[in-house]
């Protein structure tokens, strides 16, 4: 099918997708939408749960694989929304409404992409799409949920809005439960260990603490409290202050060593969630990210976290639409910006796998 149709049914997929309560663990209307996409085409599909996945006509189990991901679960819209987020309408160019940029714009042009080369023959790679839910939450029956179920993967597009420039590195996550200690009281005796006194002291070794290993490409590892809980009465010193600290991880440590480091000179209790966050990379010089220099995309490292955090194999970010409108209110993504998308994906894609 010509690219300009093709691009056309995308951007009818996005008002579709926009148009549909899709928030993480509640994808099932969206991935409905997604199947009549390959309906239309007459590709074969599979569903898990709000997973829709398809793999390429000429699929063969000898050859490497190609994985197109991106995700059709949505975060809540903000209160500061002035537009109707599932009111998808086009204004200056602008296709607005919940999810256009984060992630629609890139996974309606991942499947275009993908409805592209589903009849190619003698591909170097096989290419599977998941459509997946969950991203958002982290949750438990999203991309993670489906590397059981799919064939080994060799390399992964994870689409991202990054302007279409190549993420080669994302940075992981691990968020940490810390307790700041003091003695409970009353506020009318004195007290020489009131544990939000003590909270100060802590709160400062946050902001200034530096991990000495600096990524190239993703920078120094961030450290950030982001969450602060203590007392409920006014006459009551609290036995603890509760804090919450999003560690933003390069590709200098892993999340293990992370948390050793911290726990050992942190001057507070720490405990963290979860530490299958990690960070990602593709080699610079893959072929796939080589296919996308040689089309003048330039390279960056992400600060943002996405379902790369699930993938063992190389993979690389890579979407229309801007990170720093995600999660916005009434945000928006160029309809130029999903041709560009289509447009330059295909082309990567060409270069990689022909």
């Not at 409108?325 to 928006?332: C, G, M, P």
């Amino acid at each position: 099918m010509e690219q300009l149709v093709l691009t056309e049914k995308a951007i009818d997929l996005l008002k579709t997708l926009i148009s549909i309560q899709s928030f993480s663990s509640e994808e099932e209307k969206t991935a409905d939408a997604i199947e009549n996409w390959f309906k239309s085409f007459d590709i074969p599909f599979k569903r898990e749960k709000n997973n829709i996945y398809a793999f390429n006509k000429y699929y063969d189990e000898n050859k490497p694989t190609l994985l197109l991901n991106s995700h059709h679960d949505t975060v809540k819209p903000n209160t500061a929304y002035t537009k109707d987020p599932f009111h998808p309408h086009i204004e200056d160019g602008k296709l607005f409404g919940l999810g256009s940029n984060d992630a629609g714009g890139p996974l309606v042009s991942l499947i275009a992409t993908f409805t592209h080369f589903y009849d190619a023959k003698n591909l170097n790679h096989n290419i599977i799409i998941v459509a997946s839910a969950e991203e958002e939450s982290s949750g438990p029956n999203g991309l993670n949920s489906m590397l059981a179920i799919l064939p080994e993967i060799d390399v992964a597009i994870v689409g991202e809005p990054t302007l279409m420039k190549l993420a080669i590195a994302e940075k992981g996550l691990v968020v940490f439960e810390a307790a700041v200690k003091g003695t409970p009281s009353h506020a009318a005796h004195p007290n020489d260990n009131n544990a939000i006194y003590n909270t100060i002291g802590v709160l400062d070794w946050f902001k200034n603490y530096k991990f000495k290993k600096v990524s190239e490409v993703l920078g120094e590892v961030k450290l950030t409290v982001t969450q602060i809980n203590g007392g409920e009465q006014h006459n009551v010193v609290p036995a603890q202050v509760n804090l919450v600290i999003d560690v933003r991880v390069n590709d200098k440590y892993t999340n293990k060593e992370i948390r050793d480091i911290l726990q050992k000179e942190a001057p507070c209790e720490l405990k963290p969630r979860s530490l299958r966050l990690n960070s990602s990379a593709i080699d610079k010089n893959h072929p796939l990210v080589q296919s996308g220099i040689a089309l003048g995309r330039e390279t960056y490292g992400s600060p943002t976290l996405s379902d790369q955090a699930a993938l063992s194999c190389q993979s690389l970010k890579l979407g229309p639409g801007d990170s720093t409108r995600s999660h916005s209110a009434n945000e928006f993504i160029y309809v130029n910006e999903i041709e560009e998308g289509i447009d330059l994906y295909i082309k990567i894609l060409k270069g990689f796998l022909q």
